[in-house]
């Protein structure tokens, strides 16, 4: 499908389910709503928060008749008006916000000028509160909703293009891991596998990262920790040298043209005692449990993360599982369903989820495995060719 009738279908679908929920019209600030749905990519995120005058009206409202695009002053130095040359179906009807301090209320008189005074609007999760608070001081009978209701079963399901790029993003990440694995030798610091991680993204294709990468060290003789440590947790473990016995768990993702990646795997520095053997193979066996039940249609999350459970509950190891199984992956890198206790969404074919099982062993390190996998009718299948059993040293 070409990328006009693709977002076209989108908007409609999301226009049928405004109706279905008595929502009259959708303000998709920056956010995987609006990069789904209108096909507009967001900036990429800074280190730190950052605004700029009128960014609280930077969006797309979309009504029951009309997709109207607001552009403050500011936009086109922040990237956005060159990533709109690539959206025309967003450039019919544009709301160019004037510099100065009179912006906001000339934007937000837009809503009243539409009828929506005294209307249903719904925001993604991730607007700016500022939208909201001034759209209750100059209508104070307008009604605000979340999105979440009815755009999270639009955004679960997966086209075959999106299918084909998110493919491109796992094999994107499996090329990274192993540049980083042979890259690797004893002695260097877990900060530097960061930043080598960090720089084959780029090299390998992508456009960086789909969240901070996260490496746990720890290993036998280390130490127990009363919490998880993860590399962005404290030098203790930023600083922390690959020594022989230790163990790296690693937890990173990519963006490719728009869509995420979520992997990990378990490196071994020296050789693994048979312990760590005999649990990477749980670990590794408690994830094939889950995709065997995550069949399209049968199976709900809650039903994949038992079976997960299940494997390390019978090794008595329960309690050393202390996360969900896992969760949706598509233009967020978090996204419904979860895999987890209570969520009894059922699955169905062409969902694309990370399916992460874990082990913390003796409360001092991790082993885990983490694909992201599609369901289908036999099961899920995972889209990353790095084998999940492989034992991976570093002599």
């Known amino acids: 499908m070409d990328r006009p009738k693709k977002y076209a279908a989108r908007i ?11 929502v009259d019209a959708v303000f998709l600030a920056p956010s995987g709503d609006m990069e789904y749905v209108t096909g507009l990519r967001r900036r990429p995120p800074d280190p730190v928060e950052t605004s700029f005058q009128g960014d609280d009206l930077l969006g797309i409202l979309v009504t029951r008749d009309r997709v109207v695009t607001f552009l403050p002053a500011s936009s086109a130095i922040h ?29 937000y008189a837009v809503f009243g000028n539409l009828g929506l005074a005294n209307a249903t609007v719904a925001f993604p ?3 700016q509160a500022m939208t909201v608070i001034n759209l209750s001081h100059h209508y104070p009978h307008m009604r605000f909703v979340n999105t979440d209701a009815f755009m999270n079963p639009l955004r679960a399901m997966r086209d075959p293009d999106d299918l084909e790029l998110i493919q491109e993003a796992c094999r994107i990440t ?22 080598e991680i960090d720089a084959q993204m780029i090299k390998q294709g992508a ?37 022989p016995g230790s163990v790296l768990a690693f937890d990173f993702g990519v963006v490719y043209e728009g869509w995420c990646s979520d992997f990990g795997r378990t490196v071994y520095i020296g050789e693994p005692s048979a312990d760590m053997l005999r649990d990477h193979q749980l670990v590794a066996d408690a994830q094939q449990a889950a995709l065997d039940v995550m069949k399209g249609g049968e199976a709900t999350g809650a039903q994949a993360d038992a079976a997960a459970r299940r494997v390390f509950e019978d090794a008595g190891r329960g309690d050393e599982f202390i996360h969900g199984l896992g969760h949706g ?12 206790k209570g969520d009894d969404t059922v699955l169905q074919n062409g969902m694309t989820l990370a399916v992460e099982p874990s082990l913390w062993v003796n409360h001092e390190y991790f082993v885990r495995v983490e694909d992201v996998v ?6 899920a299948r995972s889209l990353h060719s ?3 059993r492989d034992i991976l040293v570093i002599e």
């Open 386 to 388: 790095v084998p999940t």
């Open 125 to 127: 999760r991730f607007a």
């Open 374 to 379: 599609v369901v289908t009718p036999e099961g």
């Open 79 to 107: 990237g956005v008006e060159g990533l709109l040359q690539n959206c025309p179906w967003l450039t019919e009807d544009i709301f160019r916000l004037p510099r100065g301090v009179d912006q906001a209320a000339e934007g």
């Open 329 to 340: 992956v598509g233009v967020n890198v978090h996204e419904p369903p979860g895999l987890s």
């Open 12 to 22: 409609q679908n999301l226009r049928d389910a405004m109706q279905d929920h008595g």
């Open 207 to 243: 456009e960086g990262p789909s969240f901070n990468t996260m490496l746990l060290f720890g290993g036998p003789g280390t130490g127990r920790q009363d919490a998880p440590r993860p590399s962005f947790a404290g030098p203790g473990s930023f600083n922390a040298v690959l020594t």
């Open 174 to 195: 499996d090329a990274v891991f192993r540049e980083v694995v042979s890259w690797m030798r004893r002695g260097v610091e877990v900060k530097d596998v960061i930043r």
